[in-house]
């Protein structure tokens, strides 16, 4: 590997991280309520949260400022810094751990659903096509208007995602790196549903997100 390769591809997973650490959902609640978002709902730094506990317009600002993250991250590497691709999915994945673990707020974060998609915004269309881009988003789309449950969206966009890269792009970087993303969501995710299990009466309360239609 040339050195120039190897400065450029360290500069692009630190910048990555960098730019996924960004706190958007803490900067617009203090901004919106003086509050810190971690303290609000449960806790968590994202944009589903903002919805909950501060409202749709600094949710939106929040969701979109999130998934740009992503695509920068993925667009300095592949764009800017000419990287191959195994530094661009390097930058991008370390997009989505920055917005996990923000070193601003003491290695918490979000659950990274909103930077993925950023990142994929760029990786599915300059590596595949466009047309896997919409398969996926269908994918996300129709547990997510079904159950209105954003994790089971997350869910069934990550056992696609390896499928897409191989079936579709016939990567395999595209699968290790699908796999690697899968087990840093799965960190994530696994504490709250784990949690949110017994608060619920039966499987189809589980799935189902009922929160916007009980929350007064």
């Known amino acids: 590997m040339p050195a120039g390769e190897l400065v ?3 500069i692009a997973v630190i910048a990555g ?3 996924g650490s960004f706190p958007t959902a803490y900067l617009v609640t203090r901004l919106k309520t003086g509050q810190d978002v971690r303290r609000l709902g449960g806790g968590n730094v994202g944009a589903l949260n903002t919805l909950r506990e501060v409202g749709v317009l600094p949710a939106l600002a929040v969701l979109l400022t999130d998934v740009g993250k992503g695509s920068a991250a993925a667009a300095l590497a592949y764009w800017t810094l000419a990287l191959p691709q195994g530094w661009v999915l390097a930058a ?3 997009a989505v751990i920055g917005h996990n673990w923000m070193v601003w707020l003491g290695f918490r974060g979000g659950k ?5 998609v950023g990142t994929l915004l760029v990786l599915l269309p300059v590596y595949g096509s466009w047309t896997w881009l919409a398969v996926l988003g269908v994918v996300l789309a129709v547990p997510l208007v079904i159950t209105r449950n954003v994790s089971l969206a997350v869910a069934a966009g990550l056992i696609a995602m390896p499928l897409i890269a191989w079936l579709g792009l016939s990567s395999g970087k595209m699968v290790i790196w699908s796999l690697f993303l899968a087990m840093v969501m799965v960190v994530k995710y696994y504490p709250s549903a784990r949690q949110a299990w017994p608060q619920n009466g039966n499987l189809r309360d589980f799935i189902f997100d009922r929160w916007l239609r009980e929350k007064k």
């Open 92 to 94: 991008a994945l370390a």
């Open 112 to 116: 990274g659903a909103g930077v993925t």
């Open 17 to 19: 991280y960098l730019l």
């Open 8 to 10: 450029r591809g360290i």
